[in-house]
């Protein structure tokens, strides 16, 4: 398999996995009875699903081998809200330093088309950070208030949360 191929599987398991790891904080985040924060979680495990089957397409589409990667049981508990989201801020800066090395890797072999694809993800990258960043610090200003959380939580349920960020990038964050 050509390297940059090869790279583009093994980053197949970045996207899964953060679906997954989603998909586990969206469970715990449901039991605690935080409806709209789990919504939120479900909706971004999709979409991670979403990233991987656009690269998924991408291979196909060029003729490329398809390699499926394992995916770990992710993490089913954590100390509070707030630490879930560190969490979701450090994966989502560790898939983007990922789509950083697969661009360079497109870059130095002259692979214009694979550079076009990855275009979408550095965009959608900027979007998930700042997301992350945005919740970690409403989250920061909620402090120990309960009032402060729920209300946050309403938020995501009436999909108002994010009206700002989702602002400033337009439909990034839609896929
Ligand atoms: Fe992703
Ligand atoms: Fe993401």
């Known amino acids: 398999m050509q390297p940059l191929i090869?790279?583009?599987?093994?980053?197949?398991?970045?996207?899964?996995?953060?679906?997954?790891?989603?998909?586990?904080?969206?469970i715990w985040l449901r039991e605690k009875d935080l409806a709209g924060f789990s919504q939120?979680?479900?909706q971004?495990?999709?979409?991670?699903?979403?990233?991987?089957?656009?690269?998924i397409t991408y291979l196909v589409d060029c003729d490329a081998e398809v390699e499926l990667?394992?995916?770990?049981?992710?993490?089913?508990q954590w100390d509070s809200v707030?630490?879930?989201?560190?969490?979701?801020?450090?994966?989502?800066r560790e898939v983007t330093?990922?789509?950083n090395r697969l661009y360079a890797m497109a870059d130095d072999a002259g692979d214009r088309s694979a550079?076009?694809?990855l275009d979408w993800f550095v965009e959608e990258q900027i979007q998930e950070e700042a997301e992350a960043r945005f919740v970690r610090k409403r989250l920061r200003l909620a402090g120990d208030n309960a009032a402060a959380l729920l209300l946050l939580?309403?938020?995501?349920?009436?999909?108002?949360?994010?009206?700002?960020?989702?602002?400033?990038a337009g439909a990034g964050g839609a896929a």
């Open 69 to 76: 990667p394992t995916i770990q049981a992710p993490q089913r």
């Open 44 to 55: 971004k495990s999709n979409e991670e699903r979403g990233h991987a089957s656009r690269m």
């Open 82 to 92: 707030q630490h879930l989201f560190d969490q979701v801020a450090e994966m989502e």
């Open 153 to 168: 939580d309403q938020q995501f349920l009436e999909g108002t949360a994010l009206a700002f960020v989702k602002g400033q």
């Open 6 to 26: 090869r790279a583009i599987n093994n980053h197949l398991a970045s996207e899964f996995q953060a679906s997954h790891a989603y998909l586990a904080m969206s």
């Open 97 to 99: 330093a990922s789509i």
């Open 40 to 42: 939120y979680m479900l």
């Open 115 to 117: 550079s076009s694809m």
